[in-house]
């Protein structure tokens, strides 16, 4: 394992007054195979966080923090962040996720057992090269499952937001839970309710996204399964919770709206997750008020943005996510016109690719069916045809800019307007991308409206 550290690491274990270890997933992932691009490496000796920080500055290390009551450093170098504790034993009130009180020791199974699970409380110890296990999760990692470092209920009831944790990290290695750590957690799931809105959200990204990690498939599908064991994904996001046993439409639906829903999110590409998870939010809200899913599309996107506000999720993602829940049921019997398929085309030209991706998402956890969905079949065709057409996208593939037109006598308050509205016009086959078809057009279709005494003129010239 030493060949993974840098020399600059190794150095400072030497000069360091005591055996410095590498702790955490950098271990596991070693030993379990695990490869990922960017490990986090968390580091840790039986030295006050002041000194280590003297010592790692004075071997080239820049410390970015120390933070003296936990005993905490966090170091760069190279280009590598590292995270330093001094070996430590911690007291929490119940549920909260920052200790009460910190205990500095030189014990290495104290310091084992304040940690999470015995999988992350594996060290190598860089000063002897070698592999030191106090609490035997090695044979964990050999197993690919997962138990905590003392009695689960124990463990969980210590800190919230280990109830997230542990369905990250077992979506992200593929590691089992064992029945007693799924117990603990689900004995403690309310626990989830004393952690910060952001933290939750930052750990369902981890999850929703847990197959990029070392690429393990579906990850995001068994890791929201273990929110919904464990009854913190009811806690977390209750709106999606009450699609639980409601039943559709069997010649369409294998699943009820729930499973369905978790299921959409294990199939759909990555860049849509938390639309594909969301996508039916809407469903128990319509049939609660109209015994019928009908509009769901429409209430699920306020749902969805509601609940993405809620966990402080970034605007732009919130905003994409909402729109999405609000297009994915468009054209569902494929029996809009062309003419309206190119407009919905061009009107919703940026989010186009999401549009077709939660689509086939949707159409293949109906059934557990990964055929092209008729849907995205019959737009991908439009839009192709669109393509080869020529047809103009954006202003900027426009082949008439503003000065054009103000110079035909066009106000300048009401250019982007008319730039609009030519661009749709060219989508349906109005008029060809052509600078002089596309000031024509302008002339006789709009400008009479905005500028008489311009149109004037230009009628008396042709």
């Not at 410095?20 to 030295?47: F, M, N, Q, S, W």
């Not at 913190?232 to 829903?261: A, R, W």
């Not at 605007?315 to 398929?341: C, I, P, Q, S």
């Not at 749709?424 to 400008?447: F, P, T, W």
Request: hydrophobic share 40%; net charge negative; glycine share 8%.
């Amino acid at each position: 394992m030493k060949e993974l550290f840098s020399p600059k690491l190794l150095d400072l274990a030497h000069k360091l007054p005591a055996h410095l270890y590498v702790v955490g997933g950098r271990v596991r992932d070693y030993l379990a195979g695990l490869y990922t691009e960017k490990p986090d490496t968390d580091i840790c000796a039986p030295v006050d966080a002041e000194t280590f920080a003297r010592i790692a500055e004075e071997a080239g290390f820049k410390a970015e923090a120390v933070y003296k009551n936990t005993g905490t450093v966090k170091l760069t170098c190279a280009g590598e962040d590292f995270e330093y504790t001094c070996f430590r034993s911690d007291e929490y009130i119940r549920g909260e996720h920052v200790p009460c009180n910190t205990f500095f020791t030189d014990d290495i199974l104290l310091d084992a057992k304040r940690r999470d699970f015995k999988c992350n409380a594996i060290y190598y110890d860089l000063t002897a090269e070698k592999i030191v296990d106090p609490l035997g999760g090695v044979e964990d990692v050999d197993n690919r499952r997962m138990t905590t470092v003392a009695p689960a209920e124990k463990v969980f009831g210590e800190d919230g937001l280990r109830l997230m944790r542990l369905a990250r990290i077992a979506a992200q290695t593929g590691f089992i839970p064992t029945a007693e750590c799924l117990e603990g957690a689900k004995a403690n799931a309310e626990l989830i309710n004393d952690i910060s809105a952001e933290r939750i959200f930052s750990e369902l990204n981890g999850i929703l996204h847990a197959d990029e990690k070392y690429g393990v498939g579906a990850g995001q599908y068994t890791g929201l399964k273990i929110l919904q064991r464990t009854g913190v994904l009811n806690c977390i996001l209750p709106e999606l919770t009450l699609g639980g046993g409601m039943v559709q439409n069997k010649k369409f639906h294998k699943y009820d709206v729930l499973e369905h829903s978790l299921r959409c999110a294990g199939y759909a590409d990555p860049k849509i997750r938390f639309a594909a998870l969301l996508h039916d939010v809407g469903k128990p809200f319509c049939f609660k008020a109209n015994s019928n899913y009908i509009g769901h599309e429409d209430e699920g996107a306020r749902i969805a943005e509601e609940i993405l506000k809620r966990l402080k999720a970034p605007k732009k993602l919130t905003e994409e996510t909402a729109k999405l829940v609000e297009l994915h049921m468009y054209d569902f019997r494929g029996d809009a016109k062309e003419n309206k398929v190119r407009k919905f085309i061009l009107e919703n030209y940026g989010l186009f690719d999401k549009i077709l991706m939660i689509k086939q998402a949707d159409y293949s956890a109906c059934r557990d069916d990964f055929a092209r969905a008729p849907s995205v079949l019959k737009l991908k065709k439009i839009y192709e045809k669109m393509e080869n057409e020529g047809v103009p996208f954006t202003l900027k593939e426009l082949h008439i800019k503003g000065d054009k037109l103000i110079s035909a006598g066009f106000p300048a308050a009401e250019v982007g307007n008319v730039l609009n509205r030519l661009l749709g016009d060219c989508a349906i086959n109005l008029v060809e991308n052509d600078e002089e078809k596309l000031l024509l057009r302008a002339q006789k279709v709009y400008l009479a409206a905005l500028n008489p005494q311009a149109y004037a003129e230009f009628k008396s010239k042709i």
